[in-house]
């Protein structure tokens, strides 16, 4: 017993010695899409099956912003198609313009949300949600990771976070981990968050609140997409891509 327990100190302080407070890490978003178009219409030809949008974390042991990396972002997806009775269709999707931005030493967070052509700021405390450690480890960008399964909850989620960057930071609304959230699954793959890259260095000037939206708080902001969601006769709350369709 002594043995084994001397064994998990070393590897707990080999952890701790190598441990990041500090960092940039770029991640991969993949949403399955889900398209039902109302009665015998065919979905437009070369309309993709998924979205993928790329995304940054800056973070240190004050703050972190979670954000879209414009540099590799295609941007929106517009496919134009000509119908056989000269009718023209044009189908917008639109990427998520979305940030969070967690304040470790107040426990608050701001998210900045783009809905429905709307700005917002979501204020609010930072809350732990309820997560059942697995005892699973894999490696991750050569950092080791463990499994959490997210509990009640509606959807199904599954995340890997790693101890040696011992910032209780991740993607979307995933934080408050004891480490870096480096990869999301949620609902058996449907949509999946994947850390590509872990920068040691990150500057501190990208960390910034944002500042430009309306400030709501997060039950007025569910309030107004509910009541949305209903008015266009749509279910659930889930992560949403928006896509307009046109005709001419």
């Given at each position: 017993?002594?043995?084994?327990?001397?064994?998990?100190?070393?590897?707990?302080?080999?952890?701790?010695?190598?441990?990041?407070?500090?960092?940039?890490?770029?991640?991969?978003?993949?949403?399955?899409?889900?398209?039902?178009?109302?009665?015998?219409?065919?979905?437009?030809?070369?309309?993709?099956?998924?979205?993928?949008?790329?995304?940054?974390?800056?973070?240190?042991?004050?703050?972190?912003?979670?954000?879209?990396?414009?540099?590799?972002?295609?941007?929106?997806?517009?496919?134009?198609?000509?119908?056989?009775?000269?009718?023209?269709?044009?189908?917008?999707?639109?990427?998520?313009?979305?940030?969070?931005?967690c304040d470790l030493k107040n426990k608050t967070v701001t998210r900045?949300?783009?809905?429905?052509?709307?700005?917002?700021?979501?204020?609010?405390?930072?809350?732990?949600?309820?997560?059942?450690?697995?005892?699973?480890?894999?490696?991750?960008?050569?950092?080791?990771?463990?499994?959490?399964?997210?509990?009640?909850?509606?959807?199904?989620?599954?995340?890997?976070?790693?101890?040696?960057?011992?910032?209780?930071?991740?993607?979307?609304?995933?934080?408050?981990?004891?480490?870096?959230?480096?990869?999301?699954?949620?609902?058996?793959?449907?949509?999946?968050?994947?850390?590509?890259?872990?920068?040691?260095?990150?500057?501190?000037?990208?960390?910034?609140?944002?500042?430009?939206?309306?400030?709501?708080?997060?039950?007025?902001?569910?309030?107004?997409?509910?009541?949305?969601?209903?008015?266009?006769?749509?279910?659930?709350?889930?992560?949403?891509?928006?896509?307009?369709?046109?005709?001419?």
């Amino acid at each position: 017993m002594k043995k084994i327990l001397f064994a998990l100190t070393v590897i707990f302080s080999a952890v701790l010695l190598n441990a990041q407070n500090a960092g940039t890490i770029t991640y991969t978003e993949t949403m399955k899409l889900q398209l039902n178009f109302e009665g015998n219409m065919p979905p437009p030809p070369g309309l993709p099956t998924e979205h993928v949008n790329h995304t940054i974390l800056y973070f240190n042991d004050a703050a972190s912003l979670y954000t879209n990396d414009e540099s590799k972002n295609e941007g929106d997806i517009n496919i134009d198609e000509i119908s056989e009775d000269g009718g023209r269709m044009i189908l917008r999707m639109d990427a998520p313009q979305n940030e969070v931005y967690c304040d470790l030493k107040n426990k608050t967070v701001t998210r900045f949300e783009d809905f429905m052509q709307r700005k917002f700021l979501v204020e609010g405390d930072m809350k732990t949600l309820n997560w059942k450690f697995t005892g699973n480890q894999k490696m991750i960008l050569n950092y080791p990771c463990m499994e959490a399964v997210l509990q009640d909850s509606t959807e199904k989620v599954v995340i890997w976070f790693s101890s040696a960057l011992p910032v209780s930071v991740g993607p979307l609304r995933y934080y408050g981990l004891p480490g870096v959230v480096l990869e999301v699954n949620i609902n058996d793959g449907q949509e999946i968050i994947t850390a590509n890259e872990i920068n040691k260095k990150v500057d501190a000037s990208k960390i910034k609140k944002p500042k430009d939206g309306k400030k709501v708080t997060q039950e007025e902001f569910q309030k107004i997409v509910d009541e949305k969601m209903k008015e266009m006769g749509v279910e659930g709350d889930g992560h949403q891509i928006m896509i307009r369709i046109e005709e001419d």
